[in-house]
């Protein structure tokens, strides 16, 4: 079970127009408010095992977290499932987020990683795979500073585009962002700046880039050896962080 220890502050907002250069300008804001840790850091008492599950929209994260939850016994977070959960639950941001789900936006980092350590600290489990997140530069900054934590791994299903905009125009779940319109501009806020996260991890030497074209077990497939060969490295005990 993790513990929270004290919570971070404000949100940071932005006029920039294009998107490279809000990615930046953010960036600056938050590196600014965060050289030193403010705070906001779970600590925990067992070793957590955590995995950024990324990937274009459609390119079949959720479907792959399902099989691993299944094979390896993982807690599933998808950060879009928990902005969904906060829209309809009427929250105070609920508004806010609906937009910036409509419109193919980045929620405030603030926002989505307080719901994601609200879930990593009522679990009993220590293996997280948090799905869709970070998509931002900022949203990875911000991880690290509230959570106090880096990936041990990281999934990058790599997808064309044709394929990631079939599968979502016929995924059929009634989410309001399963649109033409919505895709196109997901698709490239993907680009613009979830790219360079998955370069970031890359650079670092933690990313696993899968094909994510195939049936749903031959994908599978490439993904199962990356976890038997971490198996080891999840042990329950001990309480550092390993990176
Ligand atoms: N390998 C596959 N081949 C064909 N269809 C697939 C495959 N994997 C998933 N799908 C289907 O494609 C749609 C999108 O899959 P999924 O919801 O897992 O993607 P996602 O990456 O989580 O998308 P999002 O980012 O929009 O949440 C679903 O309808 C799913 O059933
Ligand atoms: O970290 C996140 C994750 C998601 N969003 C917003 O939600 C939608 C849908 O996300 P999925 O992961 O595809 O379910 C996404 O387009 C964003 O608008 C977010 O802001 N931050
Ligand atoms: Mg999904």
Redesign the pocket.
């Known amino acids: 079970m993790w513990r929270r220890v004290i919570s971070l502050s404000s949100s940071i907002s932005s006029s920039k127009s294009t998107l490279s250069n809000q990615a930046a300008y953010r960036l600056k804001v938050w590196e600014s408010l965060t050289t030193e840790p403010k705070g906001g850091i779970v600590s925990w008492d067992k070793t957590p095992f955590i995995t950024f599950v990324l990937g274009g929209?459609?390119s079949g994260?959720?479907t792959q977290c399902e099989k691993i939850v299944e094979t390896f016994g993982f807690t599933h977070l998808?950060?879009?499932?928990?902005?969904?959960r906060e829209i309809a639950s009427n929250s105070k941001d609920g508004t806010m987020?609906l937009k910036?789900?409509?419109?193919?936006?980045?929620?405030p980092?603030e926002v989505?990683v307080k719901l994601i350590k609200k879930e990593m600290e009522s679990s009993d489990n220590v293996k997280f795979l948090i799905?869709?997140?970070?998509?931002?530069e900022e949203?990875r900054i911000a991880f690290e500073q509230m959570i106090g934590a880096e990936p041990n791994i990281v999934l990058y299903f790599d997808c064309p585009e044709k394929e990631m905009v079939e599968r979502v125009l016929s995924r059929n779940q009634g989410?309001v962002?399963d649109n033409i319109n919505?895709m196109e501009?997901?698709l490239k806020?993907f680009e613009a700046l979830s790219l360079p996260v998955i370069n970031y991890y890359s650079n670092k030497g933690k990313l696993h880039k899968i094909d994510a074209v195939g049936t749903v077990d031959e994908i599978f497939e490439q993904v199962r050896p990356i976890f038997d060969a971490c198996k080891d490295n999840w042990s329950t005990t001990g309480d550092k962080m390993r990176i």
């Open positions: 929209p459609g994260k959720g998808s950060a879009g499932d928990l902005l969904r987020i910036a789900v409509i419109e193919g936006k980045i929620v980092s989505t799905d869709g997140f970070p998509r931002t949203n989410r962002d919505t501009k997901r806020v």
